[in-house]
């Protein structure tokens, strides 16, 4: 069973930058679509960015300007580069294939954007 690793969250000010990467434990990202996903503390979990086999992108409006997903099939490795940090992007995030997850959902990177 694919596992997901998320990493690289953590405390930033607003206006500041963080990059979270996730990592597969199988090669399953080449022929998928991949996605990062955010959970706000007492909200929905909701959709920010994903990225097609190709290298297309789409992103929630919310962070288009803001954050780059990218992805390396290689290193079986999604990123999410986020810039521009505002409190409003502070959740716990999350990758999984898109536009639906199929994979079990790992256990998350902490962002916390706060003075």
């Known amino acids: 069973q694919v596992q997901l690793v998320e990493s690289g969250g953590g405390l930033a000010q607003p206006g500041g930058s963080l990059r979270l990467s996730c990592v597969a434990s199988?090669?399953?990202?080449?022929?998928?679509?991949m996605g990062w996903y955010r959970q706000a503390p007492g909200k929905q979990r909701e959709f920010v960015a994903r990225i097609t086999t190709s290298g297309g992108t789409t992103y929630v409006d919310s962070v288009k300007g803001r954050f780059t997903i990218s992805r390396d099939n290689a290193k079986n490795t999604v990123y999410l580069q986020m810039n521009s940090l505002k409190p409003e992007d502070t959740a716990v995030y999350y990758c999984?294939?898109?536009?639906?997850?199929?994979?079990?959902w790992g256990q998350g990177t902490q962002v916390t954007v706060s003075s």
């Open positions: 199988r090669s399953s990202f080449s022929g998928r679509w």
């Open positions: 999984n294939t898109a536009p639906k997850a199929l994979f079990p």
